[in-house]
């Protein structure tokens, strides 16, 4: 498999994640002409042994990282070593993959998921996460402070969403998108090239947790999801059932836990 480029500066992933915008801008009773910036919006065709799989609308920065971990997630490949060739062309926007063992056939009846670009999914989730993390408030209210700060297109242009995976009392990947799904992808795809286990990890995002987003954190056997936002009906209907501890609304110092309370410590302790 081809290597993806170097990490990429804070300048090059907003100038390649942002397009250049002017904008009038209204404050306080005034108007004012401004050089702003909105965020970068482009379709990634993903061709898997010569036949087109799907076109993912994404924001293009660390696409290697996002094909990788949408093939992962989708219960396409097992792992890296599955795949013989990965090359994205950011000029024709595709990425051409090629499996050790060719053969894999996307169903006929496919799921069109509620994320943002629309994205397709093949696989939903039936294992249950098994794990003995526990957490507390201060740990989960903490990395998302860190998501926060570290949404660097975000704060420059705004219009995205962004999603990590945390490791103890750090945020060891994060990753940004127009696609809530997309950061998912991105955040697994960093973890198979580097080779770091997701399993007892805490996933972070910034959107709301639908039934597609928690079939990928399945997938990833993280057993705690947090998100800024809500949890859909029946992204907390499969959280009971796969024994995933699903937080929402964490800002600030506040949140609400939805299932599994047992894997927060003070819950646990009944306080």
């Known amino acids: 498999m081809s290597k993806p480029n170097p990490e990429q500066s804070n300048s090059g992933i907003l100038s390649q994640g942002s397009v250049p915008a002017i904008i009038q801008s209204y404050a306080s009773g005034k108007w004012e002409q401004v050089s702003g910036a909105v965020p970068h919006e482009t379709g990634l065709t993903i061709f898997l042994d010569g036949e087109e799989l799907v076109t993912v609308m994404c924001t293009p920065i660390r696409l290697v990282q996002m094909v990788l971990g949408f093939l992962y997630l989708e219960d396409v490949i097992q792992g890296r070593d599955d795949v013989a060739v990965l090359r994205v062309c950011e000029e024709d926007s595709t990425a051409v993959v090629r499996l050790k063992t060719p053969g894999f056939k996307a169903p006929v009846r496919r799921t069109l998921s509620s994320g943002c670009g629309r994205p397709v999914t093949f696989a939903p989730a039936t294992r249950e996460v098994v794990s003995a993390l526990v957490v507390t408030a201060q740990d989960i209210l903490s990395l998302m402070s860190q998501l926060n700060q570290r949404a660097q297109l975000y704060r420059f242009s705004g219009g995205v969403h962004a999603s990590g ?14 696609g809530r799904h997309n950061t998912i992808d991105k955040v697994m795809g960093e ?66 836990v939805y299932s599994h309370p047992e894997r927060v410590r003070e819950l646990a302790q009944g306080h």
């Not at 995976?165 to 127009?178: H, M, R, S, T």
């Not at 597609?212 to 907390?236: D, G």
């Open 191 to 256: 973890c198979l090239l580097t080779g770091m286990p997701t399993g007892d990890g805490i996933l972070l995002t910034t959107g709301r947790i639908s039934s597609e987003m928690l079939s990928k954190a399945a997938r990833m056997e993280v057993p705690v999801v947090v998100s800024r936002s809500s949890p859909t009906s029946k992204a907390l209907s499969m959280a009971h059932e796969l024994g995933i501890t699903l937080i929402g609304y964490a800002r600030g110092n506040r949140m609400t």
């Open 165 to 178: 995976l945390g490791k103890g009392e750090e945020l060891a990947v994060v990753a940004e998108d127009i």
